[in-house]
Nanobody, 118 residues
Framework: QVQLVESGGGLVQPGGSLNLSCVTS????????MTWYRQDPGKEREWVAS???????YYANAVRGRFTISRDNNKNTLYLQMNNLKAEDTAVYFC????????????WGQGTQVTVSS
């Protein structure tokens, strides 16, 4: 099973930026769509953005225009560039292969904490 390790989170002020990474191992990712999710304590994990195998991105309304998802298949790595961060973006961010939580193929990692606060 594919292993996933997210990194790049941290504490940032509103309006700031972060670039998250998701490094995978165990199987090449080039044949799979990939997705970023986020989860607040006490809430369900929610979809943030997905990217198709050929690079077409898809975004949740809450992040469209501020976040950019990308992938480097040669490095088996998924990225999420987050700009103009807002307090409501605070969450633990996770990545996985596939389009949905139900169809996720990888072993869920620990996620990376993003905190947006002044």
């Amino acid at each position: 099973q594919v292993q996933l390790v997210e990194s790049g989170g941290g504490l940032v002020q509103p309006g700031g930026s972060l670039n998250l990474s998701c490094v995978t191992s165990g199987s090449p990712i080039s044949r799979d769509p990939m997705t970023w999710y986020r989860q607040d304590p006490g809430k369900e994990r929610e979809w943030v953005a997905s990217i198709a195998t050929f690079g077409q991105p898809y975004y949740a309304n809450a992040v469209r225009g501020r976040f950019t998802i990308s992938r480097d298949n040669n490095k088996n790595t998924l990225y999420l560039q987050m700009n103009n961060l807002k307090a409501e973006d605070t969450a633990v961010y996770f990545c996985n292969l596939g389009w949905t939580i139900q169809s996720a193929k990888g072993h869920w990692g620990q996620g990376t904490q993003v905190t947006v606060s002044s």
